[in-house]
Structures are given as C-alpha cells and as structure tokens.
C-alpha cells in the first residue's frame, strides 16, 4: 500500500512537471513570435529616408479641398464657430495656397453671422 502511494505521488509530480514544461515552452514560442511580429511591424514603418528630388511636386491639392468642403458644411449645419476653426485652420497651413482667399471671405461671412444676435 505504502507502494502504490509512493507511485501514485511520483505520477503526480512526473505529470506536473510535464505539463509546467510544456506551458514553459509555448510561453517562449509566443514571446518569439510576438518579438518576430513586432520586428516586422518596425520594418514595415520605418520608411527609408527618401531621395531629395530636383524639381518641386505641385501642391496636393486634396487635403485643402477636404478642409474647406467640411469648413463650408459645418457653416451650412449653423455652426459658424466650428466653420471659422476649420477655415483658420486651411489658412494656417496653406497660406498661400488656391483656396486662401475664398476661405478669408468665408471667415469674414461668418463672423459676421456670429455677430448678429
């Protein structure tokens, strides 16, 4: 009897033992995995520093149209503060830009609108 207590004990101890290895092992696989993820992740965003070019692109004409169309819509939605932000914004970061001088018309029209009671 004392016997079979014994090797049911070592059976026990063996089986723990296993099974902390095994969760030891996947544990490490998941780490390097994780650290392959993220290596690749870096590699993906890290861009290589660009070539100067000799001739100057024109001008993305996108994002300004985008800021002036949502600036012109906040103002047809009655929300003349949120369009003057929006238009400041156009002229801060485009000052010399195709849509300056509509969106400076734009600023005055609406803070004329914010003016009257």
Do not use: C, N
Request: hydrophobic share 50%; net charge positive; charged share 20%.
């Amino acid at each position: 009897m004392k016997h079979m207590v014994w090797l049911i004990a070592l059976g026990i101890a063996a089986g723990l033992g296993y099974w902390i290895w095994l969760a030891s092992r996947r544990w490490g696989e998941r780490k390097r995995a994780a650290e392959e993820r993220f290596a690749s992740f870096m590699a993906q965003t890290v861009k290589p520093a660009a070539p100067k070019l000799a001739a100057v692109p024109g001008p993305d004409l996108g994002p300004q149209k985008l800021l002036l169309e949502a600036a012109a819509k906040a103002a047809e939605a009655g929300e003349p503060a949120l369009s003057i932000q929006l238009y400041a914004r156009l002229i801060a970061r485009y000052p010399e830009g195709p849509f300056s001088a509509q969106a400076r018309a734009a600023v005055e029209a609406q803070k004329s609108r914010l003016a009257r009671p």
